[in-house]
């Protein structure tokens, strides 16, 4: 995959874990002031995780939020 220029603010991966969505948008972290709809465009992508992508990497978020 790659990088993205602006922020991650939402993915999941469907049931079976063949697809991993993702929108890629402004996220309103630096507030109203920072937000320019002129050239801040929403973009959703979906990717199809290979084997080497996923496996025998540890969860994120397993443990609970700290």
């Known amino acids: 995959m790659s990088r993205c220029s602006q922020p991650i603010p939402c993915s ?5 874990g063949s697809i991993f969505a ?3 948008c ?3 972290s630096k507030g109203a002031e ?3 709809p ?3 465009k929403t973009y959703i992508f979906l990717h199809l995780p290979q084997e080497n992508e996923v496996k025998g990497k540890p969860r994120v978020g397993a443990g ?3």
Do not use: I
């Open 12 to 16: 999941a991966f469907n049931n079976d």
């Open 26 to 28: 402004y996220d309103w």
């Open 22 to 24: 993702y929108s890629v």
């Open 38 to 40: 002129g050239t801040a």
């Open 64 to 66: 609970g939020r700290k």
């Open 34 to 36: 920072n937000h320019n």
